[in-house]
C-alpha cells in the first residue's frame, strides 16, 4: 500500500536549517509531483510548494520562497524539504502529500527554540 | 491569493444527524480545462488530514457514502448525511486550480 514516511520530530535552534524528508513506497515516486504543507495552530494549514519527482521541477508559494527548498533523491524514492535561516515562526507540523491529495506523511513537528 | 471562508468554524451534531459545512471561494474554482480542483479533507485529533472528497463531488475510494460534495464556481458543500462517532474532527476545503493552493480554516465537528 502507499506510504509517505516522515522523518522525526526537530528541535533546533533559531538561525540554523533543518532538512525534513519523506520516502515514498507502494507507488511509482515519479509519478505523482509531491506537494509540502505547513500546520500551525494558528495559521492552519498553509501550502508550502509542490515538487516534480520525475523532473526535479518545483513551484513555491511566494510566502515560502528563500525559506523552503524542495529536492528529491529518485533512487530512494525519497522527497526532501530544507527550512532555512530558521525563526520561532517556523515551529510547526509539516506535511508531506502527493499532488491527488490522497495519501499524506504522519507530519513531523519542528520545534525552534534556542 | 484565493481566500476560502468555511462556515460554520464549529458544529455540534448528535448522532444520526445531517449537517453540511460551506466552502466559498473569494473567485471561480473552475479550471481553463474545465474541472473544478476542490477537495474536502478530514483530519481526526493526532492524525494527518485524508482526503474525502476530490473535484467537488466524487467520493475517495474507502470513503462511506454519508459523505456527498457538491456546489461549483465560487460556493460548495459537503453533506454528511447520518454522522456517526467516526467522523468528528475538523473539515478543510482545498483549492488546486490557482496557485498558490489554499484551505479553508477549518469546521470543527463535535458531538452535542
Known amino acids: 500500500q502507499v506510504q509517505l514516511q516522515q522523518s522525526g520530530a526537530e528541535l533546533v535552534k533559531p538561525g540554523t536549517s533543518v532538512k525534513l524528508s519523506c520516502k515514498a513506497s507502494?507507488?511509482?515516486?515519479?509519478?505523482?509531483?509531491m506537494n509540502w504543507i505547513k500546520q500551525t495552530t494558528g495559521q492552519g494549514l498553509e501550502w508550502i510548494g509542490i515538487?516534480?519527482?520525475?523532473?526535479?521541477?518545483?513551484s513555491y508559494n511566494v510566502k515560502f520562497k528563500g525559506k523552503a527548498t524542495l529536492t528529491v533523491d529518485k533512487s530512494s524514492s525519497t522527497a526532501f524539504m530544507q527550512l532555512s535561516s530558521l525563526t520561532p515562526e517556523d515551529s510547526a507540523v509539516y506535511y508531506c502529500?502527493?499532488?491527488?491529495?490522497?495519501?499524506w506523511g504522519q507530519g513531523v513537528m519542528v520545534t525552534v527554540s534556542s | 491569493d484565493v481566500v476560502l471562508t468555511q462556515t460554520p468554524p464549529t458544529l455540534s451534531a448528535t448522532i444520526g444527524q445531517s449537517v453540511s459545512i460551506s466552502c466559498r471561494s473569494s473567485?471561480?474554482?473552475?479550471?481553463?480545462?474545465?474541472?473544478?480542483?476542490l477537495n474536502w479533507l478530514l483530519q481526526r485529533p493526532g492524525q494527518p488530514p485524508q482526503l474525502l472528497i476530490y473535484?467537488?463531488?466524487r467520493l475517495e475510494s474507502g470513503v462511506p457514502n454519508r459523505f456527498s460534495g457538491s456546489g461549483s464556481g465560487t460556493d460548495f458543500t459537503l453533506k454528511i448525511s447520518g454522522v456517526e462517532a467516526e467522523d468528528l474532527g475538523v473539515y478543510y476545503c482545498?483549492?488546486?486550480?490557482?496557485?498558490?493552493?489554499?484551505f479553508g480554516g477549518g469546521t470543527k465537528l463535535e458531538l452535542k
Open positions: 502529500a502527493v499532488a491527488t491529495w490522497d495519501y
Open positions: 507502494g507507488y511509482t515516486f515519479t509519478s505523482n509531483h
Open positions: 515538487i516534480n519527482p520525475g523532473s526535479g521541477g518545483t
Open positions: 473567485q471561480s474554482l473552475l479550471h481553463s480545462n474545465g474541472n473544478t480542483y
Open positions: 473535484l467537488v463531488s
Open positions: 482545498v483549492q488546486s486550480t490557482h496557485a498558490p493552493w489554499t
